[in-house]
């Protein structure tokens, strides 16, 4: 089954996605964070890498030792999405894991360190698997490690 999302669907994703985040941060995560059958999700607070201004985005992450890795997919998307773009800009993040608000720093998996977290994201989600299958580009797989204490 082909779930893309078409180009002019985009704008409707965006205030679905809008909402999911509302719903996260007025609970604490207890709306949000976990869905029956789906990964976890965390909030990603971005900057925008053209306008600075300041983006939240719901992604699903799994974890690996202390880190979170979240997946860059777009559903398969022949482009990555934005939030991509803005924390290569600007790696100094910050997110939520559930009610847990944090300072993080992004960097992209490296090709070893993508080739061994690659099963474990298909694994907390098989669809990361078919939207590789329909896109050229390589799914980035980013990598949010602890920020050291100021």
């Known amino acids: ?12 994703a965006d205030r ?12 604490g995560g207890v709306i949000g964070h976990r869905f029956p059958g789906a990964p976890p999700m965390l909030l990603l607070d971005h900057a925008g890498a053209k306008t600075g201004k300041l983006r939240t985005t719901p992604l699903a992450y ?11 997919s777009k ?9 991509y773009h803005n924390v290569l800009a600007s790696p100094e993040v910050r997110i939520q894991v ?11 998996a490296t090709p070893e360190e993508h080739d ?7 694994e907390a989600y098989a669809g990361y698997a ?18 050291p204490p100021e």
């Open 75 to 83: 559903g398969g998307h022949p482009k990555h999405p934005a939030w």
């Open 98 to 108: 559930g009610s847990r608000r944090m300072s993080v720093r992004a960097h992209e």
């Open 16 to 27: 679905l996605f809008k909402g999911h985040v509302a719903l996260y941060r007025a609970t």
């Open 1 to 12: 089954m082909d779930v893309r999302i078409p180009e002019r669907l985009w704008p409707l």
């Open 116 to 122: 061994r977290l690659w099963p474990k994201v298909v």
């Open 130 to 147: 078919s939207y590789q299958a329909r896109t050229e580009r390589t799914i980035p797989l980013v990598i949010l490690e602890s920020a």
């Open 62 to 72: 799994v974890r690996d030792g202390d880190d979170y890795v979240i997946v860059a």
